[in-house]
């Protein structure tokens, strides 16, 4: 299993929106439950600064990843321009595996 990490800044009046969207039965999360190896997102709040976030999406493999971008590429798009939005700055941690 791998997991991607995400950091997101949003902006103070869009919090409730970018939760619904980002959470683990949000748009994103129903978005990537349509291809196979998806297997759970996660979004955590920082305790000291309440308008920053993580998101952690679990997939079988990066492989599995890549098949949902190629496979549902422009609903991607899409949703990732409309979310534009709702934050100050978002950032790719990196893709994680347990050890």
């Given amino acids: 299993m791998v997991q991607l990490v995400w950091e997101f800044v949003v902006r103070p009046d869009k919090v409730r929106e970018f939760e619904r969207h980002y959470g683990a039965t949000g748009t994103w999360a129903t978005l990537f439950r349509r291809s196979a190896g998806y297997q759970g997102t996660e979004l955590l709040r920082d305790k000291t600064r309440q308008n920053r976030y993580l998101t952690l999406d679990r997939w079988e493999d990066l492989a599995a990843y890549g098949v ?7 609903e991607y798009e899409e949703l990732d321009r409309m979310c534009e939005a709702l934050t ?4 790719h941690v990196g893709d ?3 050890v």
């Fill in 96 to 98: 994680f595996e347990a």
């Fill in 88 to 91: 100050e700055s978002e950032g």
């Fill in 68 to 74: 949902m971008r190629r496979k549902f590429a422009k």
